[in-house]
């Protein structure tokens, strides 16, 4: 297979030529933040933080979906990248009710990292404020749709992982949520097979397992990419 | 079906022609207003006059001046009835057979609402009638169709295109020479051809006028299209707010295959075509092309990211040619009369002419062709009629997704650059004309508000940023805002438009952005005016105190406010 040669952050890589700007810079020990990507999953590019700089592109990319090409100059952290970054942080803050300290993710939360570590220490926006939904009628687990960032990681383990395609989205803008089958309680569900997946694939705390309280959720992202690579290369690698 | 035969078709078509023609406008602007009551009353009196020999009746698709509607025009030498009411039916009859003047009032064909437009997509708009084959092939339809089977091969038909220059009409611009190039060059066995007429801009009928008026065009251009790429199946996806050009479409593509003009071996050449009608459910970003791809597969109208671009992998994964529908009524004109012609018109980089569809505070409704290259004074001013009362403030084009062009730009060609040097862009051709009553802030504020709504909730600088910007627009506009305020809808303009997902979103903050380019005063006078009426009664102390957002525009009295205070800051 055809190796390309290209830079990141001025730095020479190479790359497989299948891969995506991301996974080279993951590679390399780059890190460029996410929060749509779930290893194991397609790739929707929906969240927009992996945003790079491609010289002579006159647009920004997202480094989860776009291919490597040979010579290819990218910036994956430039003051503007890190304000953009910044915003959509914000953005997600202020659109639901994003509350750490009763959340049961605390300390274990993708949104919480990706606000630390792009120095979000406040929101300029204003809260949206919400009222959203809680399920707790399945019998292991819950959603609160408050804590949710459309990401659709669950809507993808589910589907492509479990592949008994549960959960999906409806509705459109702001109004859009997660849903389980038909749109109805999660717990009459005829689909979902209780396997867990999209617990472990939830980036925040809004798909927790009941009984769990404060700061005792833990995901185990790990598992649903050893599933694949098991199926898919036969590899058993933990 | 050979030559023979679609010749015999235009001529027995010919024969049946009566010595007077009534043409009844049946499209979408005129039939609320009772066009079909006052066909059927023309028929019942030309039939009790005995006229039938002498005159017929024809409904026909738009007769373009909306704002005048119902319309009726006869043949020949083309008196224009406007407004015409079900019970003055007799009276036009009379008129014509020697009796007193018919008691409508009369429009001048001649007038420049008429002779300064130039029509290549609307050549047969108000003169075929759309439910009938024989109509349109006797306006010379699906010639260019068997000129291309028959005589041409597909890198021709390609080759051809791209010398008209052709670019697409659904607002980008992309040219569609290059395009229909791209797709044939697909290696798959199995491709698709796909007409988007998803039409979802605020004011924009142009497409809905031409699959109402000439849909068998729009049949043409597309069976032309898929033997050039090497398709042949197609898609139209119509949004379901079209009923009757649904209904139209429907009835063109029955009579298409029973005449045999869709289908296996058409002209008894080797091209086999068929073309199905999906039906939108009613989401604008459905009309952006990976949406509107997901659409047709039956699976929820959300874009994704491109490339890969549908020309190499759209439906089911397959190459896939979408085009615009007045881009594919543009197709049969340009076969016919070649692509130098077509090149001849308009100019160096936009070709032909452009579809618009006028509206808003402007004397003329309505739908217009003009060539590439005509001002926007021309347009609005000449053409339109200029606003009722007062000048013209400013003219929106693009929708959503355009801006907001003010009067001292008016003499700016319409041209895909042009536009986009003065703030705008070319878009499907939607163009509401506002006058100085209409606040800018507003404007925008409408815009956003269309954008929030549609938003598909995917990506989250389109659902979570138009939110937030709207929340400010809605802020400023009550004259609640803050400079602070203003620079953070400036910053979240930025963003949204740098980092969305799909060209809704990237256009969202486009009306927003021009008219902070052009009329910033209007954004700066709200702030100002606000601060100086909140800050005057709590200085005075003489008036409540509002803590918190106050819950809509208060008035200066409940304020305790001095009007003297009112414009210092």
């Known amino acids: ?238 | 079906m050979d030559l023979a035969e679609l010749q015999a078709i235009a001529v027995k078509e010919r024969s049946a022609r009566r010595q007077v023609r009534i043409r009844c406008c049946a499209a979408a602007g005129c039939l609320p207003l009772g066009s079909m009551k006052i066909k059927e009353g023309l028929d019942a009196v030309v039939m009790q006059a005995g006229l039938r020999e002498r005159v017929n009746v024809s409904a026909v698709g738009c007769l373009r001046l909306c704002s005048a509607g119902p319309l009726i025009q006869i043949d020949p030498d083309g008196p224009l009835y406007e407004r015409v009411r079900p019970e003055e039916a007799a009276s036009i009859v009379r008129a014509l057979d020697g009796g007193p003047p018919a008691t409508p009032q009369r429009g001048d064909p001649r007038q420049p609402f008429f002779a300064r437009q130039r029509s290549i997509v609307l050549e047969n708009c108000g003169l075929v009638d759309p439910d009938r084959i024989e109509s349109y092939i006797e306006a010379g339809g699906y010639h260019a169709l068997y000129h291309v089977l028959r005589e041409m091969s597909p890198g021709a038909v390609v080759a051809e295109l791209s010398k008209s220059g052709l670019r697409g009409r659904g607002g980008a611009g992309y040219p569609t020479g290059l395009k229909w190039a791209t797709v044939a060059k697909q290696p798959a066995a199995r491709k698709f051809v796909v007409c988007n007429a998803d039409e979802g801009d605020p004011g924009a009928f142009m497409d809905r006028t031409v699959l109402e008026s000439d849909p068998h065009r729009v049949l043409e251009g597309m069976a032309i299209a898929a033997y050039a790429v090497g398709a042949n199946e197609g898609y139209i996806y119509i949004r379901g707010e079209y009923p009757l050009a649904i209904h139209r479409l429907d009835t063109a593509i029955n009579e298409a295959k029973r005449t045999g003009l869709l289908g296996s071996q058409i002209f008894e050449s080797r091209f086999d075509f068929k073309v199905d009608i999906r039906i939108g459910a009613g989401a604008y970003v459905c009309g952006e092309e990976t949406a509107l791809l997901h659409s047709i597969q039956g699976q929820r109208g959300v874009p994704r990211p491109r490339p890969p671009y549908p020309a190499a992998a759209g439906l089911w994964d397959l190459p896939t040619l979408i085009n615009n529908v007045e881009t594919f009524a543009n197709v049969p004109p340009i076969i016919r009369k070649g692509g130098e012609w077509f090149a001849s018109i308009g100019t160096e980089t936009s070709k032909g002419t452009k579809v618009f569809a006028l509206a808003g505070k402007i004397r003329h409704t309505g739908l217009v062709e003009v060539p590439m290259g005509t001002t926007l004074r021309e347009i609005v001013e000449e053409i339109g009629g200029g606003a009722p009362a007062g000048t013209i403030k400013a003219v929106q084009t693009g929708g959503p997704s355009g801006g907001c062009i003010p009067a001292e730009h008016l003499d700016t060609p319409v041209d895909y650059e042009s536009l986009i040097r003065v703030g705008s862009i070319m878009g499907s051709g939607g163009m509401i004309v506002m006058d100085q009553e209409t606040n800018m802030v507003d404007v925008a504020k409408f815009f956003m508000e269309f954008c929030m709504d549609e938003s598909c909730g995917k990506c989250i600088p389109c659902r979570a940023g138009t939110v937030q910007m709207h929340r400010l627009l809605e802020r400023i506009s009550q004259g609640l805002g803050t400079r602070s305020d203003l620079e953070q809808l400036e910053a979240l303009c930025d963003m949204v438009k740098h980092t969305s997902l799909c060209g809704l979103g990237q256009s969202a903050p486009n009306p927003v952005l021009s008219t902070l380019r052009y009329f910033r005063h209007e954004y700066e006078d709200l702030i100002r005016d606000g601060a100086a009426r909140r800050g005057s009664p709590v200085k005075k102390g003489t008036g409540p105190i509002i803590s918190g957002p106050a819950p809509a525009r208060a008035s200066p009295a409940q304020l305790g406010h001095s009007p003297g205070l009112e414009r210092g800051e």
């Open chain 1, 1 to 238: 297979m055809p190796v390309k040669t290209l830079t990141i952050n001025g730095k020479p890589q190479s790359a497989r030529e299948d891969q995506t700007i991301l996974a080279v810079a993951r590679e390399a020990g780059i890190w460029i933040p996410t929060l749509c990507h779930l290893e194991g999953t397609t790739d929707v590019g929906a969240c927009r933080l992996c945003l790079v700089e491609i010289a002579g592109v006159g647009r920004l990319l997202p480094a989860c979906v776009t291919k490597v090409e040979e010579g290819m100059s990218i910036e994956t952290d430039t003051p503007r990248l890190r304000e953009y970054r910044r915003m959509i942080i914000e953005l997600l803050f202020a659109e639901r009710n994003h509350v750490c300290s009763i959340c049961v993710a605390n300390n274990n939360c993708e949104l919480q990292e990706l606000a630390i570590s792009l120095g979000v220490d406040h929101i300029r926006l204003d809260y949206l404020n919400p009222v959203c939904e809680v399920d707790i009628s399945h019998p292991r687990f819950g959603i609160d749709h408050n804590r949710c960032v459309l990401c659709t990681r669950c809507v993808r383990a589910c589907d492509e992982i479990e592949g008994a395609h549960t959960w999906d989205v409806a509705g459109r803008g702001i109004q859009a949520r997660v849903i389980t089958d038909l749109n109805q309680p999660w717990g009459t569900s005829m689909t979902c097979t209780s396997c867990g997946k999209c617990l472990q694939a939830c980036p925040t705390g809004a798909i927790f397992a009941q009984g769990s309280t404060v700061a005792e959720s833990r995901h185990d992202r790990g598992v649903l990419a050893f599933l694949v690579t098991a199926r898919e290369k036969k590899q058993w690698i933990v």
